[in-house]
């Protein structure tokens, strides 16, 4: 199902995924690298060589029946379905040195794999699938990297790869709502997809019917209406479980926000605190704030699958709803920085009206990039659902997570596309999550 693709380009993205690996632990000391025991992290000193035991046990071991460069150690201190995460504090790690060393090693054999590194070499559909996977799950952890920097409130990381986006989009607000049409719709990725991941199989038909949604996310400025309204201390506006997670958290206001002495709203963005930007899209709010923000409003949370047919459907000539999809919301061109907020470009998100360049054939703006976008729907799996190699990637968050979508700006955009689907516990915040509203058709 995975398109082949050259030696080469496997061989870049696995190292352009290790440089920004590099650069987000560079400059932390060991104690740094270490961290606190808490939920939501993992140490970042453990977390290094675990992204090198990936690829290691997966490729060179399962595929190629090698041993591992550390013996029996590599399982015991680094598989994260048997090393469960309250005790990756207090395993015998190896030293940082050691640790690099290990994937320096790791990477080397990978690429001895390949043979002849060139684009002319096409490396087979198995190696192609493989080793993507293993540079997205990389990419995933840099981004885990980035939101462990932020709940410990390290300084931001100086990135090898990244520059800030364009100074000339239009910023500011983007208000309004656009109506989409009901109809059917093909869900989910298609077979020929030139990467999918297990929760993505396949595209299956569903039945819309017609919604309105928002055209941005909603923003810091119309969150902090709500938190000034006291949101957060009215019942009605809360279900039970998002009842007893604010009264355990004696949470009143979104986790790294703050009022300074000039009563203004701050919000804490790695290890400095600022004035928040009404016009860019809140962030780290888990899906209970997400939520009781809607019900607060009168309005809800998209479904899965409207927040799919937003970003991805297209009008038929008649103006009804068309059996044809996009990969991006934009089209089939890949992100780049006029299209999406990604990459980390920014260290940071970007006003709700920037990039409209990005804009679905309905007119929602960024719905890829800037911000994860809590949806209604706990994580399933579709009728076609069938793990790959790496089985716990999905089957054992299903029925306990909450689905979001759209990618954030520190997601890789090698990675993100329309039909990507991520999860967490409806009590995450210290993720890059936000969302966007649906309201009644008038």
Known sequence: MTIPVSTAQLVTMMQDARQRTLDLVDGLTAEQLMGPKMSGINPLHWEIGHIAYWY??????????????????????????????DIRWDLPLLSIADTLAYMRG?????????????????????????????????????????????????????????????????????????????????????????FLFDNEKFAHEVSIVAFSIARAPVTNGEFAEFVDAGGYTQEKFWCEEGRQWRESHKALHPRYWSKNTQNQWCTRQFDKVIVISDH??????????????????????????????????????????????????????????NYANLDARSLGCVDVSALPDGDSAFGCRQMLGNVWEWTADTFMPYPEFEPDSYKEYSKDLFGVSKVLRGGAWPTRSRMINGTYRNYFAPNRNNVFSGFRTCRPLA
């Open 56 to 85: 290691e046990y997966f490729i060179t071991r399962k595929l190629h029946g090698m041993e591992s460069i550390l013996g029996q150690k590599a399982d015991q201190l680094y598989d994260s379905i048997s090393v469960v995460h």
């Open 106 to 194: 790791v990477q080397n054999q990978l690429i001895d794999h390949l043979g002849c590194i060139s684009s002319e070499n096409i490396a087979s559909k198995v190696e192609s699938f493989i080793y993507q996977f293993g540079v997205f799950h990389e990419d995933m952890h840099t981004e885990a990297f980035l939101w462990a920097r932020q709940t410990l409130a390290y300084p931001a990381p100086i990135l090898t790869h990244a520059s800030d986006p364009s100074t000339d989009q239009t910023k500011g607000p983007l208000s309004g709502f656009v109506e989409v049409p009901g109809g059917t719709f093909m869900m989910g990725a298609k077979k020929n997809a030139p």
């Open 280 to 337: 860019e899209p809140v962030i780290h709010v888990n899906w209970y704030e997400a939520h009781a923000y809607c019900c607060w409003a009168g309005l809800r949370l998209p479904t899965e699958q409207e927040w799919e047919v937003a970003a991805l459907g297209e009008f038929n000539t008649d103006g009804s709803l068309s059996i044809n999809k996009r990969r991006y919301p934009w089209g089939r061109t890949a992100p780049t920085s």
